[in-house]
């Protein structure tokens, strides 16, 4: 009797068994186990789009300054050059920078 009752449940319409108005699609264990995996690596995980997005931003920043430093890096190689060799450089930068001066001088500065 009771295969009788599950046969006959097989031949009724979609909408006698319960699953009125659900898509077929939607009734898919595999697609919505995708779809649940895909929401939490998306929104939810540590290293979900928004983190990955922000921290290739701040990539970006840290490669422009550290084209920056290298910049001032080979400015500062080249004064210090400059000083050890030259010794006009090393009063120059005595007397602009440090306000130094001979002992007949007076110095007067102007801002």
Do not use: H, P, Y
């Given at each position: 009797?009771?295969?009788?009752?599950?046969?006959?449940?097989n031949n009724k319409p979609l909408e006698k068994r319960g699953f009125i108005g659900i898509p077929s699609f939607l009734r898919n264990k595999y697609l919505i186990a995708i779809i649940c995996f895909g929401a939490i690596l998306l929104f939810f995980?540590?290293?979900d789009v928004f983190?990955?997005?922000d921290?290739?931003?701040?990539?970006?920043?840290?490669?422009?300054?550290?084209?920056h430093y290298?910049?001032?890096?080979?400015?500062?190689r080249k004064i210090?050059?400059?000083l050890e060799n030259d010794p006009n450089t090393l009063?120059?930068?005595s007397r602009e920078k440090y306000?130094?001066?001979?002992?007949?001088?007076?110095?007067?500065?102007i801002q």
């Open positions: 009797m009771d295969t009788e009752n599950n046969i006959q449940d995980d540590k290293n983190t990955q997005i921290r290739k931003k701040e990539l970006q920043r840290l490669q422009q300054s550290k084209e290298i910049q001032e890096v080979e400015a500062l210090r050059q400059g009063e120059k930068l306000l130094m001066k001979r002992d007949n001088e007076d110095v007067f500065i």
